[in-house]
T-cell receptor, first 111, second 114 residues
């Protein structure tokens, strides 16, 4: 089983749509969780951290379910500029020093 | 402030040649990571350093790969000899140990081995 698994997509949605991405991780000792965004031929950049109680940043909402080892990202009112690959990231050691990336979910928002 | 700086941005080389990729982390960051990205495998962690010391190199594919961090402001990833299957984008990233966990990536080095 891969350490971090994501549905690769692509997710093709119209502007204004709500879209959700899921991610599962295998290491129950994982301490920290993140969503990164990667634009085509660019480097990954942090989108948001994921906290146990769930957290929201504007149109973006992240949820964590430790019991199911599951992370989600919800994007409301999709914009053309949201088109990118979204990478789920978890730490695999208790020290939180090693970050493992999922292969990413590609989102394409069209007008 | 300067971000993570990688060089070269692009390299095309022939099989069997030595390749050296370079990275300058953000000043003050004491953790440095090397990742490799391909379409098939996504982003793979190769090795990471804390305070210039290699902590985990279990992701390094084989003995042809080596990484060093002689000081806090410089790291290299070397492939010798290179093979076509090494073709990928190699990212260097840095962060503050014990910080928020955010990794700051360089723009990557795109390697093509013919």
């Amino acid at each position: 089983r891969k350490e971090v698994e994501q549905d690769p997509g692509p997710f093709n949605v119209p502007e204004g749509a709500t879209v959700a991405f899921n991610c599962t991780y295998s290491n129950s000792a994982s301490q920290s969780f993140f969503w990164y965004r990667q634009d085509c031929r660019k480097e990954p950049k942090l989108l948001m951290s994921v906290y146990s109680s769930g957290n929201e940043d504007g149109r973006f909402t992240a949820q964590l379910n430790r019991a199911s080892q599951y992370i989600s990202l919800l994007i409301r009112d999709s914009k053309l500029s949201d088109s990118a690959t979204y990478l789920c990231v978890v730490t695999i050691n208790q020290a939180g020093t090693a970050l493992i990336f999922g292969k990413g979910t590609t989102l394409s928002v069209s007008s | 402030d300067a971000g993570v700086i990688q060089s070269p941005r692009h390299e095309v080389t022939e099989m069997g040649q030595e390749v050296t990729l370079r990275c300058k982390p953000i000043s003050g960051h004491n953790s440095l990571f090397w990742y490799r990205q391909t379409m098939m495998r996504g982003l793979e962690l190769l090795i990471y350093f804390n305070n210039n010391v290699p902590i985990d190199d279990s992701g390094m594919p084989e003995d042809r790969f080596s990484a060093k961090m002689p000081n806090a402001s410089f790291s290299t990833l070397k492939i010798q000899p290179s093979e076509p299957r090494d073709s990928a984008v190699y990212f260097c990233a840095s962060r503050l140990a014990g910080g928020t966990g955010e990794l700051f990536f360089g723009e990557g080095s795109r390697l093509t081995v013919l």
